[in-house]
Every structure is written in structure tokens, then in C-alpha cells.
């Protein structure tokens, strides 16, 4: 069965910083992947996918993703982030032919100004 | 630009109470999904829903769930007897079509707290 690890629940760094957050799967076949963002009180919104092709992935708000299928992982990075990127960040997993998203814990992401 | 609507935001209800979670997708979207979360868990989906039928479902969509589109633009999800750990915040969400390479479109949500 699918799974996904988001090892880190709340992560904090300050406003111009570097960022990466991690998501480990667990899938037999090449997967797809995807982050998804939840500002308070809004939807899950969809910052980027992971299908097939180049492993490096850009998203909206300036996120990038890269796949590596050797260490099943799936980080999503940002050079610099800004106030508004405080939210919860959600790594998930489908499998091929499927409805459904397999979702990780979550990452709580704190900005200091 | 379209977003998918969830009410009410906050449900309250006794345990053995029914209740019912409203969702309005968006409007040229075929495929409507819910998905929970319970505090402190993953995200966990629950059913899809096309063409007026359960497409694929979990094994947490039980017997005491239901769903339904009963007009041209609500999305129903219906818990016959809740049950304290019902308790959880539960997603709504619509695509164009059911494939993954659409993008799923979640709604805020609507926590339901069961005493």
C-alpha cells in the first residue's frame, strides 16, 4: 500500500531564508506526487505535480520539488521565503489509473519576520 | 476565479445524531471526492463520487456513510449515527475529469466535533 512520511510537524525560519520539506513515500511503481498548501481557513490548494519526466519540478509561488526515486523522496524548496508562505504543507501520493490522493501529516511551517 | 464551497465551517452534534456536511463544487466538475482528518492525522480519503455513483471508496466509508448530489450543484456527505470519532475536519473536493492528472480542488473544510 501507498504511504507517505512527512517527518518534520513543524518546521520555523525566518522571512529570506532557505526552506525544504521533506516527503518520504512508500509506493512500488513510479508514483505520482504532489504538494499541496492550507493557508488558515482556505482549501488545499495545489502547489505542484510530479508525473514523469524531468525530476526537478516547478510550482506556483516560486516552490520547486525534485524526485528522487533512490531515496523515494520527494522535497519541496524554496530559495527565500516570505510571510505568506506560513501554512500547512501537505506531501501526497497516488498510484497510476487511481482517484484517490494518499496524503502525509502535514508540516506546519512558521515564519519568523 | 472558482472555488469550491463547504458549509457549515464548525458542525457541533451529540453522538447517535445524523448530520450533514454540504459541498458545492465547481460548476463544469465531474468527479467530487471528500476526504477527512481527524486532529492530528493524515488527510484520509474517504469516496469519490461520478455520474450519480461511488467510483471507489475506503474502508472508513462504512455503512453509517452516504453521499449524494440531490440537485445540479450540492455534494452531500451524510453520517447516519455519529459516533465520537467522527470528530475530525472533513474535506470536499471536485476535478474535471477522474484522473489524477486533473487537479483535485479542495474546499476549506467543515469540523465536525461530535460530544
Same mark, same amino acid.
Given at each position: !500500500?501507498?504511504?507517505?512520511?512527512?517527518?518534520?510537524?513543524?518546521?520555523?525560519?525566518?522571512?529570506?531564508?532557505?526552506?525544504?520539506?521533506?516527503?518520504?513515500?512508500?509506493?512500488?511503481?513510479?508514483?505520482?506526487?504532489?504538494?499541496?498548501?492550507?493557508?488558515?481557513?482556505?482549501?488545499?490548494?495545489?502547489?505542484?505535480?510530479?508525473?514523469?519526466?524531468?525530476?526537478?519540478?516547478?510550482?506556483?509561488?516560486?516552490?520547486? !520539488?525534485?524526485?528522487?526515486?533512490?531515496?523515494?523522496?520527494?522535497?519541496?524548496?524554496?530559495?527565500?521565503?516570505?510571510?505568506?508562505? !506560513?501554512?500547512?504543507?501537505?506531501?501526497?501520493?497516488?498510484?497510476?489509473? !487511481?482517484?484517490?490522493?494518499?496524503?502525509?501529516?502535514?508540516?506546519?511551517?512558521?515564519?519568523?519576520? | 476565479?472558482?472555488?469550491?464551497?463547504?458549509?457549515?465551517?464548525?458542525?457541533?452534534?451529540?453522538?447517535?445524531?445524523?448530520?450533514?456536511?454540504?459541498?458545492?463544487?465547481?460548476?463544469?466538475?465531474?468527479?467530487?471526492?471528500?476526504?477527512?482528518?481527524?486532529?492530528?492525522?493524515?488527510?484520509?480519503?474517504?469516496?469519490?463520487?461520478?455520474?450519480?455513483?461511488?467510483?471507489?471508496?475506503?474502508?472508513?466509508?462504512?455503512?453509517?456513510?452516504?453521499?449524494?448530489?440531490?440537485?445540479?450543484?450540492?455534494?452531500?456527505?451524510?453520517?447516519?449515527?455519529?459516533?465520537?470519532?467522527?470528530?475530525?475536519?472533513?474535506?470536499?473536493?471536485?476535478?474535471?475529469?477522474?484522473?489524477?492528472?486533473?487537479?483535485?480542488?479542495?474546499?476549506?473544510?467543515?469540523?465536525?466535533?461530535?460530544?
Amino acid at each position: !500500500a501507498q504511504s507517505v512520511t512527512q517527518p518534520d510537524i513543524h518546521i520555523t525560519v525566518s522571512e529570506g531564508a532557505s526552506l525544504e520539506l521533506r516527503c518520504n513515500y512508500s509506493y512500488g511503481a513510479t508514483p505520482y506526487l504532489f504538494w499541496y498548501v492550507q493557508s488558515p481557513g482556505q482549501g488545499l490548494q495545489l502547489l505542484l505535480k510530479y508525473f514523469s519526466g524531468d525530476t526537478l519540478v516547478q510550482g506556483i509561488k516560486g516552490f520547486e !520539488a525534485e524526485f528522487k526515486r533512490s531515496q523515494s523522496s520527494f522535497n519541496l524548496r524554496k530559495p527565500s521565503v516570505h510571510w505568506s508562505d !506560513a501554512a500547512e504543507y501537505f506531501c501526497a501520493v497516488a498510484s497510476k489509473g !487511481a482517484q484517490k490522493l494518499v496524503f502525509g501529516q502535514g508540516t506546519r511551517l512558521t515564519i519568523n519576520p | 476565479e472558482p472555488e469550491v464551497t463547504q458549509t457549515p465551517s464548525h458542525q457541533v452534534t451529540q453522538m447517535g445524531q445524523e448530520v450533514i456536511l454540504r459541498c458545492v463544487p465547481i460548476s463544469n466538475h465531474l468527479y467530487f471526492y471528500w476526504y477527512r482528518q481527524i486532529l492530528g492525522q493524515k488527510v484520509e480519503f474517504l469516496v469519490s463520487f461520478y455520474n450519480n455513483e461511488i467510483s471507489e471508496k475506503s474502508e472508513i466509508f462504512d455503512d453509517q456513510f452516504s453521499v449524494e448530489r440531490p440537485d445540479g450543484s450540492n455534494f452531500t456527505l451524510k453520517i447516519r449515527s455519529t459516533k465520537l470519532e467522527d470528530s475530525a475536519m472533513y474535506f470536499c473536493a471536485s476535478s474535471v475529469r477522474g484522473s489524477l492528472y486533473n487537479e483535485q480542488f479542495f474546499g476549506p473544510g467543515t469540523r465536525l466535533t461530535v460530544l
